[in-house]
Structures are given as structure tokens and as C-alpha cells.
């Protein structure tokens, strides 16, 4: 089988931390260049893709340039939030104008800070005729995939489908300033994580032979809050000092913690619910939580609870790091620790069924059309936290709706006001 030659347009952390090492569970692509406006990271990443064994990629700062290099098929995008529109454009314009030949273009999540830039990906994709694959890794988790298929295969066919999914991400705050900055990644902590609550609740709870569009969403009912970071002036400070100043709370702060209720109906009519929670104060770590429910049957996942922990007394000094699990926020004590976190997170089968998808000229089974319908729904929940009610889905306004908090016009205090 012919390889595919793979193109990183960002080589920041998630591409470093994560998506290289998935590299090598797939067995047909080369990294063949590595894009990024900072050229340091860009050779950095080339180097770890030279020890991984994973290709000797070209190392570029300027994305037209890389997307015409004709070793580069496939462009993975890994930029921030607010670096996407350009990003795409550049890239689409050279395939328009017959200069750059690839099949297709993945991309991070979420597909756009709010509805209108999902809404131009979308149609930027689909105008220069590639296929396009969004990056949601939790939708092939191995334990969701398996859990799914076990319950939908022995248990909903015989006694009746799932009725509820509980899906939550949370952890202790972001690594770098613009995740904080509303203005920048589009939110706080509920445009950040939840667009990964949303998705994998509607791959838990549809029919895997209908497929999540069979389900429609019919209510959405939310809300977000500053519990700590905008709300209690140590950690004010202390945000201030970790983003060199780049964040203040006291002035422009953003949620850190979202709850949401999505309902769905079913093809049969029958209601099936998504509770979603997420949050940046969760000190420990990492964790994602999923449990399913359905008539004679539960399913949980906590990332936290794996086969192995660690301990190590008082007497055992070290420096800081996150060799255990993601966002480690302490070194002593009894530890869970994630021996292979890239799987267990879903990166290496997201990566594999990309490129396999690619090779065969297929879409993937994540799209950016299925990007798009999270971003609907993800803007829904801020709408419903604004105006404090349960709303229908989809609500009037949703198309050129921009949250409060990413026009610098939320409040902590807001929580608290009735509508
Ligand atoms: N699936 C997940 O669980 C997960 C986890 C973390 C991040 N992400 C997503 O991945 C994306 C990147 O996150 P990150 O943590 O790696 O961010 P990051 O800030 O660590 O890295 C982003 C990189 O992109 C580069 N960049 C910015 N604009 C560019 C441009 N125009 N051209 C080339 N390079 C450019 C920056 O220099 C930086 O090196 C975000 O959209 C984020 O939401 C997903």
C-alpha cells in the first residue's frame, strides 16, 4: 500500500506531547513536514520525528510554501483556535489554484470558535474538494469503542437503547495563555473541553447503525461559572503571573467550570439524554469520566482508576512533570499513572483511521461536518448559561451568535443573577 505523506501545520504541545508518539501505531504515513510560525518548534518536532522512526520531515514557518511540497498529501492542522481561518485559507487557495495536490485535511478541535468560523472551515473544505477528518480523540478511546460495542451489541438490541450518557473532561487549567484568553480560544473552560463531552455522549447514545445524526437535538440547558480562577483573588494572581500578564480575571475573566443537559430524540421517539460536565479546577490531574445507562445495563470509565499507582513518601524529592498522567499537579503520595496515555486518550486509533481513510479515498467517520454540529451545540449551552433558560435546539441568533465571555463581556458575578 502506498504510504501517505503527512504535513503538521502548529508543533506545539499536543502535537509533541501526544500526537508523535500515536505516530507510531500507524503503519502508512511518513511525517513529511512540520510547519510552525516559531521555526524552533518546527526543527524540534522534526528531530523527535527522526528518533520516533517516523519520517525526516521538511521543516517549514510558512503554510502555502509547505502545502506545495509535493511529498506532503495530507495536512494535519494543529494550530490554535484563532489561527484556523487563516490557516485553511492559505492552504485551500493553493489547492484552488491547481499548486498544491493533497487529498485531504484534518483538523484539531473545536472546528471554530463559534458557529460562522466552523461554518467558513466547513465550506472552505468543501469548496476545494478534500476530504476532511476533525480530530476527537475520545471517540476512539479503546475503552469507549469497546464499552460501546459491547452494550449496543448485548444488551440495547435485546432490552432497549441507552437513555442517558454522563460524559465529563476536567483538569487543573491550561498550559499555555491563549487557552485562558476568551478572546483568543472563543471561551473558558466549556469551549475548550466540552466540544469532547458533547461529541462522545452522541457516540455513546446513537444507534452505531443509524449513525449521531439520526438523533436530533431538541433541548439545551446550561451553565457556567468562575469557581476559582476568576473568583478568588490568590488564583487571579496567580494566572496573571503564569501568562507573563497576558490574562487577568480582575478585568476579562472566563468560566472555569460548565454543566450542560443536551437532549436528543430518537429515530423511535424516545428521548436520550447527554449530561455533560467540565471544568479547570480539578487538581489531581487529567480525568475523563463516561458512564452509560440503558434499561438493564451501565457502563463507567474513569481514566483516573487505572491498573496501576504509584507511591512515593515524603522522603523521595523530584522535580516537577507530567511523566504519570496529563496536567500531574503533585509527585508524592499514592499516584495513578497512565502507562500509555496516548492510547489510552484515543490519539493512536484517531491517527490510524485517518490515514486509512485518506489511503481509500473515504471520509472518515468524524468529519468536519461533525465539528460543525458540536460547535452548534456548544454555542447552545453558552446562549442557555446567558439567558439563564432552556432552549430549544437550534435557538434564533445561533449562526452569528459569539459568546459573552469571548467578547470580554461575561462576569463571574453573572452566575449568581437570576434571568
Ligand atoms: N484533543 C485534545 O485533547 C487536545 C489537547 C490539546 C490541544 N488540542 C487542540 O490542539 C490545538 C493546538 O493546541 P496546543 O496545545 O498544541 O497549542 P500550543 O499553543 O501549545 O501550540 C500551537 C502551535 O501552533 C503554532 N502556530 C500558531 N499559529 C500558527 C500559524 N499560523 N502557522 C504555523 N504555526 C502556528 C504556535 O507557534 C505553536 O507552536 C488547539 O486547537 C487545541 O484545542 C486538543
Same mark, same amino acid.
Given at each position: 500500500m502506498k504510504k501517505l505523506g503527512i504535513g503538521f501545520v502548529g508543533a506545539g504541545w499536543v502535537v509533541n506531547t501526544f500526537h508523535m508518539k500515536a505516530w507510531r501505531g500507524v503503519r502508512h504515513a511518513d511525517i513529511t513536514a512540520v510547519c510552525d510560525l516559531v521555526e524552533e518548534r518546527a526543527k524540534s518536532t522534526s528531530v523527535l520525528c527522526r528518533e520516533l522512526d517516523l519520517g525526516?520531515?521538511?521543516?517549514?514557518?510558512?503554510?502555502?510554501?509547505?502545502?506545495?511540497?509535493?511529498?506532503?498529501?495530507?495536512?494535519?492542522?494543529?494550530?490554535?483556535?484563532?489561527?484556523?481561518?487563516?490557516?485553511?485559507?492559505?492552504?485551500?487557495?493553493?489547492?484552488?489554484?491547481?499548486?498544491?495536490?493533497?487529498?485531504?485535511?484534518?483538523?484539531?478541535?473545536?472546528?471554530?470558535?463559534?458557529?460562522?468560523?466552523?461554518?467558513?472551515?466547513?465550506?472552505?473544505?468543501?469548496?476545494?474538494?478534500?476530504?476532511?477528518?476533525?480530530?476527537?480523540?475520545?471517540?476512539?478511546m479503546p475503552s469507549i469503542v469497546k464499552g460501546r460495542e459491547i452494550l449496543w451489541r448485548r444488551a440495547a438490541r435485546s432490552t432497549g437503547r441507552p437513555y442517558l450518557a454522563r460524559c465529563s473532561e476536567e483538569h487543573g487549567g491550561p498550559h499555555e495563555a491563549w487557552f485562558w484568553d476568551a478572546k483568543r480560544q472563543g471561551g473558558g473552560a466549556l469551549g475548550d473541553m466540552m466540544c469532547h463531552s458533547?461529541?462522545?455522549?452522541?457516540?455513546?447514545?446513537?444507534?452505531?447503525?443509524?449513525?449521531?445524526e439520526a438523533m436530533i437535538p431538541k433541548t439545551v440547558s446550561a451553565e457556567i461559572a468562575s469557581l476559582k480562577w476568576g473568583a478568588i483573588p490568590k488564583y487571579i494572581e496567580k494566572l496573571r503571573m503564569m501568562t507573563n500578564e497576558q490574562v487577568d480575571y480582575s478585568k476579562n475573566p472566563a468560566e472555569d467550570f460548565g454543566r450542560a443537559s443536551i437532549s436528543y430524540e430518537t429515530r423511535d421517539g424516545l428521548l436520550a439524554l447527554s449530561e455533560l460536565t467540565t471544568s479547570w479546577n480539578f487538581v489531581p490531574g487529567e480525568r475523563l469520566n463516561f458512564e452509560l445507562l440503558g434499561p438493564e445495563y451501565y457502563m463507567q470509565i474513569d481514566s483516573l482508576s487505572p491498573e496501576m499507582k504509584i507511591f512515593l513518601s515524603r522522603e523521595v524529592?523530584?522535580?516537577?512533570?507530567?511523566?504519570?498522567?496529563?496536567?500531574?499537579?503533585?509527585?508524592?503520595?499514592?499516584?495513578?499513572?497512565?502507562?500509555?496515555?496516548?492510547?489510552?486518550? %484515543?490519539?493512536? +486509533?484517531?491517527?490510524?483511521?485517518?490515514?486509512?481513510?485518506?489511503? @481509500?479515498?473515504?471520509?472518515?467517520? #468524524? $468529519?468536519?461536518?461533525?465539528?460543525?454540529?458540536?460547535?452548534?451545540?456548544?454555542?447552545?449551552?453558552?446562549?442557555?448559561?446567558?439567558?439563564?433558560?432552556?432552549?430549544?435546539?437550534?435557538?434564533? %441568533?445561533?449562526? +452569528?451568535?459569539?459568546?459573552?465571555?469571548?467578547?470580554?463581556?461575561? @462576569?463571574?458575578?453573572?452566575?449568581? #443573577? $437570576?434571568?
Amino acid at each position: 500500500m502506498k504510504k501517505l505523506g503527512i504535513g503538521f501545520v502548529g508543533a506545539g504541545w499536543v502535537v509533541n506531547t501526544f500526537h508523535m508518539k500515536a505516530w507510531r501505531g500507524v503503519r502508512h504515513a511518513d511525517i513529511t513536514a512540520v510547519c510552525d510560525l516559531v521555526e524552533e518548534r518546527a526543527k524540534s518536532t522534526s528531530v523527535l520525528c527522526r528518533e520516533l522512526d517516523l519520517g525526516d520531515p521538511r521543516v517549514y514557518t510558512d503554510v502555502s510554501e509547505m502545502a506545495v511540497d509535493p511529498e506532503v498529501d495530507a495536512i494535519w492542522i494543529t494550530v490554535p483556535n484563532f489561527a484556523r481561518i487563516p490557516v485553511v485559507k492559505a492552504i485551500t487557495e493553493e489547492v484552488t489554484q491547481g499548486k498544491a495536490d493533497l487529498v485531504g485535511l484534518v483538523c484539531e478541535k473545536p472546528l471554530g470558535r463559534n458557529v460562522r468560523e466552523a461554518q467558513e472551515m466547513f465550506g472552505m473544505v468543501e469548496k476545494a474538494g478534500l476530504l476532511h477528518g476533525y480530530l476527537e480523540n475520545q471517540v476512539f478511546m479503546p475503552s469507549i469503542v469497546k464499552g460501546r460495542e459491547i452494550l449496543w451489541r448485548r444488551a440495547a438490541r435485546s432490552t432497549g437503547r441507552p437513555y442517558l450518557a454522563r460524559c465529563s473532561e476536567e483538569h487543573g487549567g491550561p498550559h499555555e495563555a491563549w487557552f485562558w484568553d476568551a478572546k483568543r480560544q472563543g471561551g473558558g473552560a466549556l469551549g475548550d473541553m466540552m466540544c469532547h463531552s458533547i461529541e462522545s455522549a452522541r457516540f455513546l447514545l446513537a444507534d452505531p447503525e443509524e449513525g449521531r445524526e439520526a438523533m436530533i437535538p431538541k433541548t439545551v440547558s446550561a451553565e457556567i461559572a468562575s469557581l476559582k480562577w476568576g473568583a478568588i483573588p490568590k488564583y487571579i494572581e496567580k494566572l496573571r503571573m503564569m501568562t507573563n500578564e497576558q490574562v487577568d480575571y480582575s478585568k476579562n475573566p472566563a468560566e472555569d467550570f460548565g454543566r450542560a443537559s443536551i437532549s436528543y430524540e430518537t429515530r423511535d421517539g424516545l428521548l436520550a439524554l447527554s449530561e455533560l460536565t467540565t471544568s479547570w479546577n480539578f487538581v489531581p490531574g487529567e480525568r475523563l469520566n463516561f458512564e452509560l445507562l440503558g434499561p438493564e445495563y451501565y457502563m463507567q470509565i474513569d481514566s483516573l482508576s487505572p491498573e496501576m499507582k504509584i507511591f512515593l513518601s515524603r522522603e523521595v524529592k523530584g522535580s516537577t512533570g507530567e511523566d504519570m498522567v496529563e496536567k500531574q499537579a503533585a509527585e508524592q503520595g499514592f499516584m495513578p499513572v497512565l502507562a500509555d496515555e496516548t492510547n489510552t486518550y %484515543g490519539y493512536v +486509533d484517531e491517527h490510524r483511521h485517518m490515514v486509512d481513510s485518506f489511503l @481509500k479515498k473515504e471520509p472518515p467517520r #468524524e $468529519t468536519w461536518a461533525d465539528g460543525l454540529s458540536v460547535v452548534k451545540l456548544l454555542m447552545t449551552c453558552y446562549m442557555s448559561a446567558e439567558m439563564k433558560k432552556t432552549l430549544k435546539f437550534p435557538p434564533n %441568533g445561533l449562526a +452569528d451568535f459569539v459568546p459573552k465571555v469571548a467578547q470580554g463581556n461575561w @462576569k463571574a458575578s453573572d452566575f449568581t #443573577e $437570576t434571568a
